[in-house]
């Protein structure tokens, strides 16, 4: 059981460049989401799914985009990356809305 | 509008018990207060979760106010490794409500 895998753990990243942050989760949890860490600051949720097929936005959902086509994946795209978007990505998952979060360790990015 | 307020910081010395305080008086019927705390860098952790009385697992203990209006941690023997920023949700148990950060409380557990 390997709960909630973040890959990759470090990225740089270009202006402009684009690129998926991946998530995969093995509980069979519904409920997943992507929060963003800035330095000294704390977390802010991205997007976030109640289940296979349904994604909704978060508080800071612009320059991303999610899709969840199974209930173990919800991959994150950085659409066209900017140094705004440096920063460390959370993905999370719960069984129910209930339910306590499992956490993953994280995507720390850079954009320059 | 946060839904909680908590102290930004809060020592406690080690051994002793870390009592961390949450403000939540808007609080409706059906949502639940949730603990999680994150240690440096690190992903956050789920601590506990309560409605109206007061629950204990082998992290924690969590007291809620009759009124629903305020609650506390409580780790009953902090360590070192207790050093982290918890933090204090309200939400629903059920239905799709996001799970959303607050600032949390900086707990620095001194030796």
């Known amino acids: 059981n390997a709960g909630v895998t973040q890959t990759p753990k470090f990225q740089v990243l270009k202006t402009g460049q684009s690129m998926t942050l991946q998530c995969a989760q093995d509980?069979?949890?519904?409920?997943m989401s992507w929060y963003r860490q800035d330095p000294g600051m704390g977390l802010r949720l991205i997007h976030y799914?109640?289940?296979?097929?349904?994604?909704d936005q978060g508080e800071v959902p612009n320059g991303y985009n999610v899709s969840r086509s199974t209930t173990e994946d919800f991959p994150l795209r950085l659409l066209s990356a900017a140094p705004s978007q440096t920063s460390v990505y959370f993905c999370a998952s719960s069984r129910q809305s209930g339910y306590g979060y499992t956490f993953g360790s994280g995507t720390r990015l850079t954009v320059v | 509008d946060a839904k909680t307020t908590q102290p930004t910081s809060m020592d406690c010395a080690e051994g002793r018990a870390a009592n961390l305080p949450c403000n939540h008086s808007t609080i409706s019927g059906n949502e639940y207060v949730y603990w999680y705390r994150q240690i440096h860098s690190q992903g956050p952790q789920y601590i506990i979760h309560?409605?109206?009385n007061n629950e204990t697992n082998e992290m924690a203990s969590l007291i809620i106010t009759e009124d629903r209006k305020s609650s506390t941690l409580i780790l009953p023997h902090a360590t070192l490794r207790d050093t982290a920023v918890y933090y204090c949700i309200v939400r629903p148990y059920s239905g799709n409500t996001p799970l959303v950060f607050g600032k949390g409380t900086r707990l620095s557990v001194i030796a």
């Open positions: 799914s109640v289940g296979a097929g349904i994604t």
């Open positions: 309560g409605l109206k």
């Open positions: 509980m069979n949890h519904e409920y």
